[in-house]
């Protein structure tokens, strides 16, 4: 490569993502494939008439069925890349998210699309800005299930489990689940491959420099126990900051569920190009 001066050098830097050196080892994440193992706690409910809708922009278009309908997902995963490194250093493998996942139509065919979504490490940031996702930093909690019974709930009938989500200081939400009975289904919002804006803004301020379309969802994926939830509580609150529970507040609750899943993710194709 040539510098701006116009000396060549023969460096090239290594790196998936930033930051890029000569050896690669600092970059945030390595490249895909990256697999995931978590327990995701989801409550569908419906919001109210076009809320949706007022969430897509161009060019999806909402659902014709059930065109409302929202999933609130905890979810505490964890994840690596295919050296499996990660795991045996946990700092860099376990992180917990929370996101709100929609419905939309695009090319004659249904999609799930994450409107809001927060998690508890950079590398899970960065890692959703390249998919798509539009992820902001939190603080997120779930119970944690265990075998012995003596601080934890089972994977059972019965099994109760709570979850919450801050941001900058303020709960944004929380929800408490009981476990009702297995279940083939984790419901029907987050069930179909995912649609996604990638924005880069122009560094001129004019625009976008990069704004597409894409589609991506799981390479590889496993479903562990599945549990239908009730659903004791779901209470989304005020931020100056958010706008979770002022675009998308709960009308009606769909149901509730609690799953184990592994998932390999490697890579998407552009749908649109704006």
């Keep these: 490569m040539t510098s701006p001066e116009g000396a060549t050098t023969s460096q090239e830097l290594r790196g998936f993502f930033y930051p890029r050196t000569a050896t690669g080892q600092a970059s945030l994440l390595p490249p895909p494939p990256w697999y995931y193992s978590g327990d995701l706690l989801t409550v569908e409910y419906r919001t109210g008439p076009g809320n949706v809708a007022a969430l897509l922009p161009a060019p999806l278009a909402p659902v014709q069925e059930d065109p409302d309908a929202v999933a609130l997902i905890w979810a505490d995963w964890q994840s690596c890349g295919a050296s499996r490194d990660e795991l045996l250093d946990p700092v860099r493998a376990q992180y917990k998210e929370a996101f709100a996942v929609v419905r939309c139509q695009f090319g004659g065919r249904t999609y799930s699309r994450c409107a809001f979504i927060w998690v508890d490490k950079d590398f899970a ?19 944690r299930p265990h075998p012995l019974p003596q601080a934890a709930p089972q994977l059972a009938p019965g099994g109760r489990f709570g979850a919450t989500l801050a941001a900058a200081d303020r709960r944004l939400a929380q929800a408490v689940i009981t476990l009702r009975e297995p279940s083939e289904a984790n ?11 990638r924005w880069l803004p122009a560094i001129d301020g004019h625009g976008d420099a990069t704004a597409e379309l894409i589609e ?10 599945t549990f239908a939830a009730d659903v004791d509580e779901l209470t ?8 979770l529970a002022g675009t998308l507040p709960v009308r009606e609750i769909i149901g509730g569920y609690y799953r184990q899943a592994g998932v390999v993710w490697n890579g998407g194709r552009t749908l649109w190009v704006g």
Excluded: C, D, W
């Design 216 to 225: 991506s969802g799981a390479a590889e994926f496993a479903a562990g126990l």
């Design 236 to 243: 989304l609150l005020p931020s100056p900051a958010e706008e």
């Design 125 to 143: 940031l960065l890692r959703g800005i390249h998919q798509g996702y539009p992820k902001k930093l939190g603080s997120i909690h779930l119970t």
């Design 187 to 197: 419901g029907f919002v987050n069930g179909h491959p995912m649609a996604h804006h």
